[in-house]
């Protein structure tokens, strides 16, 4: 795996205190770039839960803070990283969507989740790199 991945699976695995999806995204590389994981714990807070409204998954929208975090904001770069995981998940990127879409296939939802927040960031991560 990556320190970032890691990182995330550390943050997922608390439990003191839950890191939701999104700040289990974006806390690993925040961090990398000196802001504490409060802050960013913070900054992600009402992105869990697909925006607490079951819209975009919070894993995404962690990731996306992430490369803005960066500076990649290529709309290339982007599309790719939507593109990528849309043929991963039947092309949906909506909470609501993936949870239905994992319940019927027999998943279990914190798994689900985490596996969610892994892939985002192992993308994150790979994205970065080029």
């Known amino acids: 795996m990556s320190k970032f991945v890691d990182r995330a699976k550390e943050l997922r695995a608390d439990e003191i205190k839950h890191y939701n999806c999104a700040q289990g995204a974006l806390v690993p590389f925040a961090e990398a770039k000196g802001i504490d994981a409060e802050t960013a714990y913070q900054i992600a807070g009402n992105f869990g839960a697909g925006m607490k409204r079951a819209a975009t998954c919070g894993a995404v929208t962690g990731a996306l803070m ?65």
């Open 66 to 130: 992430a490369l803005g975090l960066y500076g990649v904001e290529d709309p290339a770069v982007i599309g790719e990283f939507y593109r990528r995981l849309k043929e991963n998940h039947q092309g949906c990127l909506d909470c609501a969507d993936l949870l239905r879409i994992n319940k019927e296939n027999g998943g279990n939802k914190k798994t689900h989740c985490d596996n969610m927040v892994y892939e985002c960031v192992s993308l994150v991560e790979e994205l970065l790199k080029k």
